[in-house]
């Protein structure tokens, strides 16, 4: 490949271990957490044209420091060599490119997220302002936004499955004095504390990874989680919501099954929910985060590329038991998130994917109940069938 230079140190994206064998790749997956990076390689940079001799000189050598120190993995000497260099040709929209490369490198991915890839998204903007036409900067910005993308997800599974929805119970009940201990995760050899309302500013970093480059299964998997319990309710009658909890409650306890009065309460139960008008959560509210006007905004933004896009019904309106989550015993286990990830910007692209979800859809639940009371099935559907799909739909993804 033009310009390449090739490294001889690379870390993870995501969960910034050491990886190994990406020598002539494209990517490379952590044996640590499987996160999939994209291989940043540094731009080639030629000597600016408006410089005297003695600056290109400076110069010249400016850049072959820089190069080696990303060669090396030294992104904190190489973005001051960088910064140097910008200083005698700031017009040199391949040294914006690098800079950028060495802000992703220089900061984890927690402080990505925390900043929402603010300087990123300046030094990309003014490599692109520069050049429009440049034959570097679309790799350069498609590996950033894939590696933003995927280190926010391995974030947005680790904090969504740590604080589930009993654990945010806890968090939104102002009357319970109960301290949550918060999620601590070893990211680039630092313990971080991450707080419950840190996957509010993960869901909007997908867009951000979105504008830096335009692939829409960026927003498709945002579309797909804001669907779901955490970020949106019904606005069922308050009488409706006292007897579905009191069922949830007397489940939880023992005293089950808990048993309405009449049939036709239950059917009306499930007939205010189905077409009960949809409403932000109080985790929502209180993160401040409309996630029914964002999760719209999505939408329309895919279906400026894609005219034809269909979003999934929501969560709250479908029958929630289905094969891979029956299977694994969580809506939010990271493989069941990462089949709808596969559902989402794979299958709903192919019309025999379309046809192959609604005749999932219509027949699935029934297995699934089957496999969500017996362990033994549930060994049987992980080894013969949610592992083998787990496995080709990653291959497939990474295509």
């Known amino acids: 490949m033009e310009n390449r230079i090739e490294l001889l140190s690379l870390k993870c994206a995501s969960c910034g271990a050491g990886l190994s064998n990406f020598q ?7 044996d640590f957490c499987n996160s999939v990076t994209r291989i940043l390689y540094p731009v080639k940079v030629l000597s600016s044209s408006n410089a005297t001799v003695a600056e290109t000189a400076k110069f010249d050598n400016l850049i072959s420091i820089m190069e080696k120190s990303m060669v090396a993995g030294n992104y904190k000497e190489a973005y001051d060599y960088c910064n140097k260099a910008l200083e005698i040709a700031p017009d040199s929209a391949t040294l914006w ?4 490369i060495c ?16 300087e990123i998204v300046a030094y990309l903007n003014t490599s692109k302002s520069i050049d429009p036409n440049s034959t570097t900067y679309d790799n350069t910005s498609s590996s950033i936004a894939n590696n933003l993308f995927y280190g926010s997800l391995f974030l947005y599974k680790a904090t969504k499955t740590y ?3 009993d654990t945010l119970s806890k968090v939104l009940d102002m009357a319970n004095n109960t301290k949550i201990k918060p999620l601590s995760l070893n990211i680039s050899g630092e313990e971080i504390n991450i707080p419950p309302n840190y996957i509010v500013k993960i869901m909007r970093l997908f867009e951000i990874c979105y504008n830096i480059n335009p692939q829409t299964e960026y927003l498709k998997f945002a579309v797909s989680e804001l669907s779901t319990k955490r970020w949106i309710k019904p606005n069922t009658p308050m009488d409706v919501q006292k007897k579905t909890q009191a069922k949830a409650k007397a489940i939880r306890e023992g005293r089950g099954p808990f048993k309405f009065n009449t049939y036709s309460e239950i059917q009306q139960i499930k007939k205010n929910y189905s077409t009960a008008k949809i409403i932000n959560t109080e985790f929502s509210l209180n993160n401040n985060f409309d996630a029914i006007s964002t999760r719209n905004n999505y939408i329309q933004q895919i279906k400026t590329i894609e005219p034809n896009y269909q979003p999934l019904t929501l969560e709250i309106q479908k029958k929630p038991c289905f094969i891979a989550t029956a299977t694994m015993g969580d809506y939010d286990h990271p493989i069941v998130m990462e089949l709808r990830l ?4 794979w299958l709903l692209n192919r019309s025999w994917g379309k046809l192959f979800i609604k005749f999932y859809y219509r027949f699935g639940n029934f297995p699934a109940i089957l496999i969500s009371k017996n362990r033994f099935l549930k060994k049987i559907s992980y080894l013969f069938i949610v592992s083998p799909i787990h496995k080709i739909s990653r291959f497939l993804l990474k295509r």
């Open 24 to 30: 002539n790749k494209n990517d490379v997956k952590c």
């Open 97 to 100: 490119e690098n800079k950028a």
């Open 103 to 118: 802000c992703f490198w220089n900061k984890s991915m927690f402080e990505h997220i925390s900043n929402q890839a603010a």
């Open 163 to 165: 604080y589930n929805q």
């Open 342 to 345: 596969f559902r989402d910007t």
